[in-house]
C-alpha cells in the first residue's frame, strides 16, 4: 500500500484557524513533505470594483494565509530534510 493522503481544513480568514493548521497536520502525520497551498482565488470582478476593504480582505485571506502556514511548517520540513532541501511547497492561483 502506498504512503497516506489526507486533507485538512482551516478558516483563512481567521489567523488562530491558520496559525494552528500546521500544528494539527503534523501531530497527525508527522514532518510535512508536500505543502499545497490554494484558497481558492479571490472572487470575480475587475480590479476597480474591488474597494480598499475587499484588497485588505484578500491579501489576508490568499498571501498573509500562505505566509502563516509556511511559516509554522518550514521548520520541520528543515529538520527533517536541512536547511538547503525542505520538501514541495505548491501554492495555487488563489494562494498568492
Do not use: N
Not at 502525520?29 to 476593504?53: M, Q
Amino acid at each position: 500500500m502506498g504512503p497516506e493522503c489526507r486533507a485538512f481544513v482551516a478558516d483563512c480568514h481567521d489567523a488562530v484557524s491558520r496559525a494552528s493548521l500546521g500544528v494539527l497536520v503534523e501531530g497527525a502525520l508527522g514532518p510535512i513533505e508536500i505543502l499545497a497551498i490554494d484558497s481558492g482565488g479571490p472572487s470575480a470582478g475587475r480590479f476597480e470594483v474591488h474597494d480598499d476593504d475587499r484588497w485588505a480582505d484578500i491579501v489576508d485571506q490568499y498571501v498573509l494565509a500562505a505566509a502563516t502556514l509556511l511559516r509554522a511548517v518550514l521548520p520541520g520540513m528543515r529538520a527533517t530534510f536541512g536547511v538547503d532541501r525542505h520538501g514541495d511547497i505548491l501554492l495555487g492561483k488563489g494562494a498568492l
